[in-house]
């Protein structure tokens, strides 16, 4: 905590830049977005471009919850730890949670699914009624269906 108040109380001309042009981009219409941090990133890019430096291999690409993701962190750990046990079938997966962890528990990692996830509860199971929704998150796939793709799915 010193060392980010020392970091604070510098001034920083970096944020006067960023904040300019950051404030020009989004004066016009049409700049918001899904992605909310997009014009910051594309900001700070451009930034490097004026300095002449190129941008770090570290520098984000992508929002942030494509790239980290705290509940599936949370839900792989589960499953790591042997507290839930899953069963694929073609309808429906149904997640088995163990006897030691109680109903609260297992009320937050259904609450932490995405919105996709259509779910329901019984005791400690959770049943997953969209599959390829779970398992597209649960394996990281970024190309995961969205709710929108559901819908069209449903009217072919």
């Known amino acids: 905590?010193?060392?980010?108040?020392r970091i604070l109380e510098r001034p920083n001309p970096l944020?006067?830049?960023?904040?300019h042009v950051y404030l020009q981009r989004i004066q016009g219409a049409g700049w918001l977005a899904d992605d909310e941090m997009a014009i910051a990133r594309d900001v700070i890019r451009s930034l490097y471009e004026r300095a002449g430096r190129n941008v770090p291999d570290y520098y984000p690409t992508r929002p942030l919850e494509e790239i980290y993701d705290p509940d599936l962190r949370a839900w792989k750990h589960l499953i790591k730890q042997r507290k839930?046990?899953?069963h694929r079938e073609?309808?429906?997966?149904?997640?088995?949670?163990?006897?030691?962890l109680d109903r609260n528990e297992v009320r937050e990692y259904r609450a932490s699914l995405p919105q996709t996830v259509k779910t329901k509860r019984i005791g400690n199971t959770i049943i997953v009624e969209?599959?390829?929704?779970?398992?597209a998150w649960l394996e990281g796939d970024?190309?995961?269906l969205r709710w929108w793709e559901k819908l069209l799915r449903r009217h072919k």
């Open 1 to 5: 905590q010193e060392d980010l108040a």
């Open 15 to 19: 944020f006067r830049w960023f904040a």
């Open 84 to 86: 839930v046990t899953l």
């Open 90 to 100: 073609r309808e429906q997966t149904t997640a088995k949670f163990s006897d030691d």
């Open 130 to 135: 969209n599959p390829e929704y779970f398992h």
């Open 142 to 144: 970024p190309r995961r």
